[in-house]
C-alpha cells in the first residue's frame, strides 16, 4: 500500500483505547515540536456501509482536496469509492495510488489549458463545465472528453460555505450553452452537475437543485442532444443525524424528477469520509499563567491544521491529555491555545476551558480529517506539510 502514513503496521485497538495509543505513540515516537495524526481506518469502513444504506443507488467519488493522504485514499479505493479531482496534481496523486483514470472526474469548471493536457494525456474522460470559453478549450485540447453542465445552486443554498457565486450556469444561459457545447463544438453533454456548497444545513435544498437539474435534462431533450445519462448531486455532506435526512429528500426527489431508469448518480463528498477518521495530536511547547487565565503554545496552528477549520472549529472536539495519567490534573481554567508562530493571529482557541497542563503534556483535537493537514505551510520555518500519520483501526464493540 502506498501511503505517506509513518508506517505501514496498524493498531488494533478497542473504541475506548484511543487514549492509551496516543500517549503510546507519543513517548515513543516523538518528541515536543512535532504533533502527529492517527488515522482510523475502520472508521472509514463504517462511514462507507453508512454511504451505501444511505444512498445506495449513488456513487461516490470523495473530493481529494479535502484530505489527500494517501492511505486514506487507498482505502477508500478498496471500499469501491471514485475520485473527485480538481487539478492535475490531484489527478496524478490518485493515479499514482494504482487507480484507474475511469475512477475518476475532473470536477473543476475552470482549468488550465496544461491541466487538460495531462487529462487527456492520462485518460481522465469525464468533467464539468459552465462557460463557453471552457468548452472552447476542451474542444482544442480533450476533444474526447464527455462534460457535465454545472448549474448554479439555489441562491439561499442554506449551506456554511455556498459556492454559487464562483460556479455555476444561470437558468437563461443553459439553453445557449448547451447548443454551444453539443452543436456547435461537437463535444458529448452527458449529464448534470451542481453543488449546494460546504456543510449543507437545509436537505430541502437538494429537491429544489435536482428540480433545477431536471429542467436542463429537459432543454437537452428539447435540443435533441442524445439522452443525458448522469447526475452529480455534488457535495456538503457530513456524518451526522441531518445526512439521513438529507438522503431521504435525495432519494425522494430522484424519484420524482428522474424515473429513466438508465440514469447513472454520482456525488462528490469531501468531509463526510475523512472528518471524523483522524485525531490531532498536539504538544504544549509553552504556558503562561495570567492570574486565573491560562495560556498555552502548541506545535500546530493556523498555517498548519488549523486555518481552514477557523471558520467551523465547532465541529473540532479538544481534549487535555497528560503524558501520565496519575499526574492528570482536576482544575478546569480559562485558557487559550496558540500556534507555534509569531503571528499573534495565530491563535487556535480562545477562552475556553481545559484542565490544566504541563510542559509537554498533549493536547488532542478531534474530528480534524477535513480541511486541515492539505492547506498545512513552512511559513516561519515550522514545517507543517510533514505531520506524520499512524495508522489504527478501532473495534466498534
Not at 472526474?105 to 495531462?118: E, R, T
Not at 494525456?121 to 470559453?133: A, C, E, I, R, Y
Amino acid at each position: 500500500m502506498l501511503s505517506a502514513a509513518k508506517s505501514s503496521r496498524v493498531h488494533k485497538i478497542q473504541k475506548d483505547g484511543m487514549t492509551d495509543l496516543i500517549r503510546s505513540i507519543a513517548a515513543e515516537k516523538h518528541e515536543t515540536g512535532q504533533p502527529f495524526y492517527v488515522l482510523d481506518l475502520a472508521t472509514i469502513e463504517r462511514l462507507m456501509d453508512k454511504w451505501n444504506h444511505s444512498f445506495p443507488n449513488v456513487k461516490p467519488f470523495y473530493a481529494v482536496k479535502c484530505n489527500s493522504e494517501p492511505a486514506l485514499l487507498t482505502k477508500l479505493a478498496n471500499l469501491g469509492a471514485n475520485f473527485d479531482c480538481a487539478s492535475l496534481l490531484e489527478i496524478d496523486t490518485v493515479l499514482n495510488l494504482g487507480i484507474s483514470p475511469d475512477q475518476i472526474i475532473f470536477a473543476n469548471p475552470c482549468k488550465a489549458i496544461s491541466h487538460i493536457k495531462y487529462a487527456a494525456t492520462v485518460g481522465v474522460n469525464l468533467t464539468t463545465f459552465d462557460s463557453k470559453l471552457e468548452v472552447d478549450k476542451i474542444k482544442q485540447w480533450h476533444p474526447q472528453c464527455h462534460l457535465l453542465l454545472r448549474i448554479k445552486a439555489p441562491s439561499d443554498s442554506g449551506s456554511l460555505r455556498p459556492l454559487g457565486k464562483k460556479f455555476g450556469v444561470l437558468p437563461e444561459e443553459i439553453e445557449p450553452l448547451l447548443h454551444y457545447a453539443c452543436y456547435v463544438a461537437g463535444l458529448k453533454v452527458v449529464g448534470v452537475s451542481f453543488h449546494v456548497g460546504s456543510i449543507a444545513q437545509d436537505p430541502n435544498i437538494y429537491r429544489e437543485a435536482i428540480a433545477n437539474a431536471r429542467a436542463v435534462f429537459d432543454v437537452s431533450d428539447y435540443l435533441g442532444i442524445p439522452k443525458m445519462q448522469i447526475l452529480n448531486i455534488g457535495g456538503g455532506f457530513r456524518s451526522t443525524p441531518l445526512f439521513e435526512e438529507i438522503a431521504g429528500v435525495v432519494n425522494e426527489a430522484v424519484q420524482d424528477y428522474f424515473p429513466e431508469p438508465y440514469l447513472t448518480i454520482i456525488a462528490e463528498p469531501g468531509r463526510f469520509f475523512p472528518e471524523t477518521v483522524f485525531t490531532l495530536v498536539t504538544h504544549v511547547i509553552g504556558k503562561r499563567v495570567r492570574g486565573e487565565k491560562i495560556e498555552y503554545w502548541i506545535d500546530d496552528g493556523i498555517y498548519g491544521s488549523f486555518r481552514p477549520t477557523l471558520y467551523n472549529s465547532c465541529f473540532v472536539g479538544i481534549i487535555p491529555l497528560s503524558l501520565k495519567a496519575s499526574e492528570e490534573s482536576s482544575q478546569m481554567c480559562e485558557s487559550t491555545i496558540y500556534g507555534p508562530s509569531c503571528d499573534s493571529l495565530d491563535a487556535v482557541a480562545i477562552d475556553i476551558k481545559l484542565l490544566e497542563l504541563q510542559l509537554d503534556d498533549l493536547i488532542v483535537f478531534y474530528n480534524m480529517g477535513a480541511y486541515s493537514k492539505c492547506a498545512g505551510t513552512k511559513f516561519n520555518g515550522f514545517d507543517m506539510l510533514s505531520t506524520p500519520i499512524y495508522l489504527a483501526s478501532t473495534n466498534s464493540s
